[in-house]
């Protein structure tokens, strides 16, 4: 089932007024109330309400978060992803969104039972022997429970939370409507472009909220990694699962987050740690598909000292180039090659005017130099990475997510890493695979390649060329043929040109009422009220009333 066609359209077909109220209200709550009103939305404020919190005590980062938090997982799943984007908004807002948790009590096994027979649609007891009532885990979108089934197979069923996709639903609509009206009323924060980055969300949710999709994810992780038998992925049982469902092969394992257990096992937690960090990198450079949530709770020791895997809901795909990218940004930082580094940034943004690369590398410089002189192991990568990408940022750099999304991974997995051991060295360690990616990107074979896609695309050009020129010219040989021409802003200055004109019609307007009234006055016996000539009367009184409201208006714009 899709939940969005496209983010557009669902913005234009609002569903539920009520839930924007709601929205608004805990926005003004939280002391928002100038930005509502300022993005036009003051008429959803049902009474005259003010903010019931001290907004002197807390940030305006703290406030947001408290708002998200209030307004529940959908608000809480789009901070978290605006805590990964260091390149789109600043520091102060980037640490308190990381402290978004969507941790929740679980619900009654009874709902979550309802789920199930809605999905199966016959009766549980065909299918499993038993199924543990208890919560494995419980999160905002899906609830974890344990089972067996009739074959005796132990499995997890991830179920979806009843009446959750309503919720994200609503939300989706709001939030949509709110970026496109931020992007219309607040122009300072276009250059983040609060539209598409909200689409951007959509579409991320709409993949985590579809267990068909993370189930395809799970076979392709297993596919990648048939080749080695030190890496476990469980088994999908495709034939149980579904949109709202996911059947899975319970793994026999202890995970990494419990290290005090592997300690006293004895266990290699330093070649552990590598194993891991190996299996991550593997997906980077060689396969291009990588987890993008591999903390320690996510990856298990498997009897024989293998490694298993889970929770495939969150996921990064990078193209060839991208990864060669990434691994040019790797061979730098070891290198303190900054003019390479901003050279990297800038040869991997989607859309980049003119970037000063000597000024650029000057501030990574200032960045990452202050760390050097220092062992690796001292060195968060990841963290630095994040960093930079503010920098970048700086620069007039806005990179795709998919990057965001490594980086944050990166920082995951030295988490992890740092777990096992204290002073693990995890640059060290990616740079086995990035110098091969960069030596590979010259090997003959790999230039060959490349001079393929070169030719292909030259001879596509080429017999295209004549055809588009011939329509070229016959379009400006035409009699109604005329140039479009589109300059940026132009609808401000429309805006502007109207504002002022329609300032001057009703300046003329009252005006004439000014002056046809002083006329009045020494009109010969005229209808008296009050000791007034009523026309004067009249004409005062409106011309009064319509600069009031022409005040009005002006500074509600």
């Known amino acids: ?44 404020i049902i009474r005259k309400m003010s903010s019931e919190i001290d907004t002197e005590r807390y940030t305006v980062p703290e406030r947001l978060r408290m708002s998200f938090e209030e307004l529940g997982p959908t608000w809480v799943k ?9 390149d789109l908004i600043p520091g102060d807002f980037i640490r308190e969104f990381k402290k978004l948790h969507d941790q929740v009590p679980g619900i009654p096994f009874a709902q979550i039972k309802r789920v199930l027979e809605q999905h199966f649609k016959r009766d549980l007891n065909e299918i499993f022997q038993s199924i543990d009532e208890n919560p494995l885990a419980a999160a905002s979108i899906a609830q974890v429970h344990k089972a067996v089934l009739r ?62 999709v993370e189930a395809n994810n799970i076979l392709r992780f297993q596919k990648n990694f048939a080749d080695d038998p030190t890496i476990i992925i469980p088994r999908v ?43 991550f990198f593997r997906m980077v450079f060689q396969h291009g598909f990588f987890h993008g949530d591999l903390h320690a709770g996510n990856i298990f020791l498997m009897p024989e000292d293998k490694i298993g895997m889970i929770d495939f809901g969150v996921v990064g795909r990078l193209t060839r180039r991208t990864q060669d990218v990434i691994a040019g940004m790797f061979v730098a930082l070891a290198n303190e090659d900054y003019e390479q580094l901003a050279y990297e940034y800038v040869e991997i943004a989607p859309h980049s005017e003119f970037v000063d690369i000597d000024e650029f590398a000057r501030d990574l410089r200032e960045l990452i ?94 017999y295209a060329l004549p055809r588009q020129l011939k329509l070229l010219m016959r379009r400006m040989g035409s009699a109604d043929h005329a140039w479009k021409l589109q300059i940026a802003e132009l609808d401000e200055v429309k805006r502007s040109i109207e504002t002022s004109s329609n300032i001057i019609f009703l300046g003329i307007v009252i005006g004439s009422l000014v002056v046809g009234a002083y006329i009045g006055l020494f009109l ?17 009184g409106l011309a009064i009333f319509l600069g009031m409201m022409g005040f009005y208006n002006y500074f509600r714009k």
């Open 1 to 44: 089932m899709r939940i969005f066609s496209t983010g557009k359209q669902i913005g234009r077909t609002l569903k539920s007024a009520a839930r924007l109220r709601t929205i608004v209200g805990v926005l003004v709550k939280n002391g928002f109330q100038p930005v509502v009103e300022r993005v036009r939305l003051g008429r959803y």
């Open 78 to 86: 789009f901070g978290q992803l605006l805590a990964s984007r260091p």
């Open 151 to 212: 074959n005796g197979d132990e499995v997890v069923l991830k179920i979806q939370r009843p009446g959750i996709m309503q919720i994200i639903e609503e939300d989706v609509s709001v939030m949509l409507m709110l970026a496109g009206l931020i992007e219309k009323y607040v122009p300072e924060l276009r250059a983040v472009n609060p539209v598409a980055m909200a689409e951007e969300f959509f579409k991320a949710l709409e993949l985590e909220t579809n267990f068909v």
């Open 237 to 279: 049982y495709t034939e149980f699962s579904g949109t709202r469902v996911l059947v899975m092969e319970a793994l026999k394992g202890t995970p990494l987050s419990k290290a005090h257990i592997l300690r006293k096992e004895g266990k290699d937690l330093e070649g552990l740690a590598k194993a891991g960090l190996m299996a």
């Open 369 to 462: 130099a202050p760390y050097f002189g220092l062992t690796f192991k001292d060195v968060n990568v990841g963290k630095l990475l994040m960093r930079s990408s503010n920098v970048a940022a700086k620069h007039g750099l806005q990179l795709p997510s998919e990057l965001m999304l490594l980086f944050k991974a990166i920082v995951t997995v030295e988490g992890m890493g740092r777990l096992l051991v204290d002073d693990f060295d995890a640059l060290s360690h990616s740079l086995e695979f990035a110098r091969e990616i960069v030596k590979a990107k010259y090997d003959p074979a790999h230039i060959a390649k490349d001079l393929a896609y070169v030719a292909r695309d030259t001879t596509s050009l080429l």
């Open 524 to 540: 010969p016996n005229p209808a008296m009220f009050a000791g007034i000539p009523v026309y004067s009367g009249m004409g005062f």
